[in-house]
């Protein structure tokens, strides 16, 4: 029988999970690994995203075959959320060093903005353009390779 691994989020919420799926985290691997694994705190992350997290490392140490056909399918799904979610996602991610959920949160904005012209990154982020025009010009002309 695997060992149970207590984390508690920011909120207070605690989350028991396998050992196995604990390790998916090298930052909750390298505590596990010094002893200070009885109740591990997560402050950085809320207790629905800590769930999202958790759901997503149980699903990889069910199938870590890359080439599963559900696992991809469980990718695509896991990753249609709203903007603040997958932002958030993306912080835990990287404070827990999940590197492959990492690397699929980010993939996932990567796609949102490609092919898109910044005025529409602008709208898709709700970023507000704080340049004035003749700044905007001058950083199209020194960076038109990026325009074309």
């Known amino acids: 029988m ?4 207590v984390l508690t989020c920011s909120d207070g919420t605690e989350f028991v999970v396998d050992e196995a799926v604990a390790l998916q985290s090298q930052t909750l691997k390298h505590m596990i690994e010094d002893g200070c694994a009885d109740n591990i705190p997560v402050p950085n992350v809320t207790a629905p995203i800590l769930a999202k997290v958790i ?6 140490v069910a199938s870590a075959d890359p080439n599963d056909a559900d696992l991809k399918s469980f990718y695509e ?9 997958l932002f958030d996602l993306i912080l ?38 704080d340049f004035t025009p003749e700044e905007e010009e001058q950083i199209r002309k020194d960076n038109a390779w990026a325009f074309e």
């Open 92 to 129: 835990a991610a990287n404070y827990l060093d999940i590197k492959n959920l990492l690397d699929l949160t980010c993939q996932t904005v990567a796609d949102m903005i490609k092919g898109k012209s910044p005025e529409e990154i602008r709208t898709i982020f709700n970023i507000k353009n």
């Open 55 to 60: 759901e997503y490392c149980k699903r990889h």
């Open 2 to 5: 695997s060992e149970k691994i």
């Open 77 to 85: 799904d896991f990753v249609k959320v709203d903007q603040p979610t």
